[in-house]
């Protein structure tokens, strides 16, 4: 059982980049994906989450409007993509699958990608 993120990097303010959360070994279409980051020093937050279906999702106020997730099931895939990037948004970013976007039990959790804005 594995989520493998990917596609982070270092960006310029105001750049994009779009992060992938791989799933392998379970039935990805079962779950929600959050989509999770941690700054050096800070605690993690949540920044977004899609249900099972991608019919709801939800982004914290903090990436509201900048950021998109989506999901493709038949690659077992969820996308995060970021636009607008700002320095604060460097962190780790981490995936995690889950029942319900409403609940905090996580089944699994990826490794990490580190992302960097900085001109």
């Known amino acids: 059982v594995q989520l493998v993120e990917s596609g982070g990097g270092l960006v310029q303010p105001g750049g994009s980049l779009r992060l992938a959360c791989a799933a392998s070994?379970?039935?990805?279409?079962?779950?929600?994906i959050g989509w999770f980051r941690q700054a050096p020093g800070k605690e993690r937050e949540g920044v977004s989450c899609i249900s099972s279906s991608g019919v709801t999702t939800n982004y914290a106020d903090s990436v509201k409007g900048r950021f998109t997730i989506s999901r493709d099931n038949a690659k077992k895939t969820v996308y995060l993509q970021m636009n607008s990037r700002n320095p604060e948004d460097t962190a780790v970013y981490y995936c995690a699958a889950l029942l319900y976007c409403s609940q905090s039990v996580y089944r699994y959790w990826g490794q990490g990608t580190q992302v960097a804005v900085s001109s």
């Open positions: 070994g379970f039935t990805l279409d079962y779950y929600a």
